[in-house]
């Protein structure tokens, strides 16, 4: 089974991501606020996620792997409720550093051999220099935000693909009087509403269980930088696959505190 997904996942990179194009620019970055507490709640969600069978069989597969990882379960909390009130639990029990190692754990788990496949055949090595050694990192970028779009919605929700500039470019076709609108690279992906975020409420979550180790993972397992962008105050998430992200210190789009519906609001446990 293993072996048929990366002959899968092989062929799907080099035929899909040459094929394929994204359909809008990325989003802007978001408002900086100064404390975590001073940013509005997300407008009320019109069509929340429904989650199909395939959804729910692989949020069932990642839940017992995280269990398997934190030790945490909560067997009597069902679906996605429960597992965010055992990441909650992880939290308030052993701090978001904990939740950084167990997540990435997970994901390194669940992925078994396809990263180590995917850094033999794509990715050059450091000594690679001239015009050959990034030729594979757009249309590997591509493709991961492709895979992504279609395997991820059981955890983050719906997604759309992206560019990575937030730019839109205008140029002007003498042969048919049309304008032609490009977004520039592929290999974004817009998270509309992030179930994770949604929830658990709680930015400590966001940052330490989902953006920071999910980014350590692509750029250490996969060899391919990831950037992801959270928008606190909308609820979405712009993946960059490709950007080299900020240091979590540095990232003035992530203030220090708690979110001001956070649970955990008044702990101190969200940093």
């Given amino acids: 089974m293993v072996s048929c ?60 792997t995280l269990q398997r990882q934190s030790g945490v379960s909560l067997p009597h909390l069902q679906g996605f409720d429960g597992m965010m009130a055992e990441l909650h639990e992880l939290r308030r029990t052993k701090g978001t550093d904990e939740l950084e190692r167990v997540s990435l754990q ?16 794509f990715v050059q090595s450091d000594e690679a220099d001239g015009p050959s050694a990034n030729r594979n990192s757009y249309p590997t970028a591509y493709a991961l935000a492709w895979f992504a779009k279609y395997l991820l919605p059981f955890l983050v929700g719906e997604m759309t693909l992206t560019s990575t500039s937030t730019t839109t470019t205008t140029a002007h076709n003498e042969t048919d009087n049309t304008d032609i609108f490009n977004t520039g690279i592929g290999g974004g992906l817009l998270v509309e509403r992030c179930r994770v975020l949604e929830g658990s409420n709680c930015k400590g979550i966001c940052a330490k269980m989902c953006k920071v180790p999910t980014e350590r993972f692509f750029a250490e397992r996969w060899g391919m930088p990831l950037s992801m962008e959270p928008n606190f105050e909308t609820g979405s998430c712009q993946l960059r696959f490709g950007v080299v992200p900020l240091p979590l210190e540095e990232d003035a789009t992530i203030p220090s505190g708690c979110l001001g519906r956070c649970p955990a609001a008044g702990e101190g446990g969200c940093d």
């Fill in 5 to 64: 997904a990366g002959v899968f996942f092989i062929c799907a990179n080099l035929s899909w991501a040459l094929a394929l194009r994204p359909n809008a620019p990325a989003s802007p970055p978001p408002t900086i606020y100064q404390t975590a507490s001073s940013i509005p709640d997300p407008p009320p969600q019109l069509e929340p996620f429904k989650p199909t069978f395939f959804d729910d069989v692989l949020l069932s597969i990642f839940r017992w």
């Fill in 106 to 121: 997970t994901m390194t788990a669940l992925a078994g051999p396809i990263p180590f496949l995917h850094r033999v055949l």
